[in-house]
């Protein structure tokens, strides 16, 4: 094999030059004529169906969408979980806060106790937003760089 690399996306283009049919290709390369037509929509195809193709057109073939779609799951995940260890963190504050006000309702005195765990909590949350929200990423970055140099 050549180290030529394609998109999945350009199978079809490829079957086409050569003048080839999707039954052709199927007959050439040992997968499923259904197979070639999913994969020639756009859709998954298995390793094995991959190799298959790679080795009937000589090349290798590299399913980019499919990374980018890894990445994008990945990072959707990763964000999912930040905004439930917020939500976690947020919770335990406020249970740990009830005894507190309870206490300082019943006793003007305790206002000052509640008020000091409060402050506490709320620099907590303050700074694992910060960390896990990324507030002053690349994105706020960019903008701050275009905004200064006047870039559009």
Avoid: C
């Avoid at 290709?25 to 190799?51: D, H, Y």
């Amino acid at each position: 094999m050549n180290l030529n690399t394609i998109s999945l996306r350009d199978l079809k283009k490829m079957r086409l030059e050569r003048h080839w049919s999707q039954d052709q290709l199927a007959e050439m390369s040992g997968v499923s004529i259904r197979t070639i037509q999913r994969i020639e929509n756009g859709e998954n195809a298995g390793f094995e169906s991959l190799k298959s193709l790679a080795a009937v057109f000589d090349i290798n073939i590299a399913d980019s969408k499919k990374k980018e779609e890894m990445e994008a799951i990945r990072k959707e995940e990763e964000y999912v979980q930040n905004v439930k260890g917020f939500y976690k963190l947020f919770a335990i504050a406020v249970l740990s806060l009830a005894v507190p006000f309870i206490i300082a309702i019943n006793d003007s005195s305790n206002w000052i106790v509640f008020l000091w765990i409060l402050l506490s909590w709320a620099v907590l949350l303050g700074v694992y937003s910060l960390n896990v929200f990324d507030l002053f990423g690349e994105e706020w970055k960019r903008r701050i760089i275009n905004k200064k140099f006047k870039k559009k």
